[in-house]
C-alpha cells in the first residue's frame, strides 16, 4: 500500500497568514492527489483534485500543486472558517490511503 | 440536491453484527462508484471498501477484508455495508462517500466528492 505522510501534523496560525501544509507519498503517484477539509464534528468536503484542480464551489484562497512524491496545500489568507483539519489522499492505486491529517489551530 | 444519508449504525457486542446503510439522492447512483470511510475516535480518515456503479466490483480495505460486506440496491437508491465479526477496533463513526470521475484525456482522476453525516458504530462489550 502507498503511504501518505503529511507535515506538520498540527499548526497554529492566525486569521490572514499564508499557510502551507505538505503531503508526501511513499513512492510516486503523479498527481492522483486529493485534499479534503474536515470541520469538527462535521463530514470531509473535498477541496482539490488531481493535486491543483479546485472543486466547484471552493473559494480561489485555496491551491494545490505537486507531483510525482511530493505535494502542497496552500491557503493564501486564512480566515476563521479555515480553522480545521486537512487530509490528503491519494488516487494512484487501491486502497486509495490518505494522510494522518493536519489540525489547522488558531494562533 | 445531492444528499447521502446514513442509518443503522449503534452499539455492538464485539463478534457481533451491524448493517449500516446509506440513502441516495439528488443524482443518477447506478452511475457511481460507492465508498465507506471511517473515522475511530480522535483518529483520522480509514477508507474501508468501495463497489463499482453496477455493483460488479467490490473493494476492502485489508482491516476488513473477509469481515465486511458492501453492496448496493440500484433500485433502491441505497448502499450497504454487512460488517460481521465486530471488533473493538471497528468503533468509528462510518461516512459514505460518492466517487466522482475526471478525466484529462487518457487519465482518470477519482474523488469522493459528496459524502454524508455519518453513522456511528461502537464496539463494546
Known amino acids: 500500500d502507498i503511504q501518505m505522510t503529511q507535515s506538520p501534523s498540527s499548526l497554529s496560525a492566525s486569521v490572514g497568514d499564508r499557510v502551507t501544509i505538505t503531503c508526501r507519498a511513499s513512492?510516486?503517484?503523479?498527481?492522483?492527489l486529493n485534499w479534503y477539509q474536515q470541520r469538527p464534528g462535521k463530514a470531509p468536503e473535498l477541496l482539490i483534485y488531481a493535486a491543483s484542480s479546485l472543486q466547484s464551489g471552493v473559494p480561489s484562497r485555496f491551491s494545490g500543486s505537486g507531483s510525482g512524491t511530493d505535494f502542497t496545500l496552500t491557503i493564501s489568507s486564512l480566515q476563521p472558517e479555515d480553522f480545521a483539519t486537512y487530509y490528503c489522499q491519494q488516487s494512484y492505486s487501491d486502497p486509495y490511503t490518505f494522510g494522518q491529517g493536519t489540525k489547522l489551530e488558531i494562533k | 440536491e445531492v444528499q447521502l444519508v446514513e442509518s443503522g449504525g449503534g452499539l455492538v457486542q464485539p463478534g457481533g453484527s451491524l448493517r449500516l446503510s446509506c440513502a441516495a439522492s439528488?443524482?443518477?447512483?447506478?452511475?457511481?462508484?460507492m465508498n465507506w470511510v471511517r473515522q475511530a475516535p480522535g483518529k483520522g480518515l480509514e477508507w474501508v471498501s468501495a463497489i463499482s456503479g453496477s455493483g460488479g466490483s467490490t473493494y476492502y480495505a485489508d482491516s476488513v477484508k473477509g469481515r465486511f460486506t458492501i453492496s448496493r440496491d440500484n433500485s433502491k437508491n441505497t448502499l450497504f455495508l454487512q460488517m460481521n465479526s465486530l471488533r473493538d477496533e471497528d468503533t468509528a463513526v462510518y461516512y459514505c462517500?460518492?466517487?466522482?470521475?475526471?478525466?484529462?484525456?487518457?487519465?482518470?482522476?477519482?474523488?469522493?466528492?459528496?459524502w454524508g453525516k455519518g453513522t456511528t458504530v461502537t464496539v463494546s462489550s
Open positions: 462517500a460518492k466517487r466522482t470521475t475526471a478525466n484529462n484525456g487518457p487519465y482518470y482522476y477519482y474523488y469522493m466528492d459528496v
Open positions: 439528488g443524482f443518477s447512483f447506478s452511475s457511481y462508484a
Open positions: 513512492q510516486s503517484i503523479s498527481n492522483y
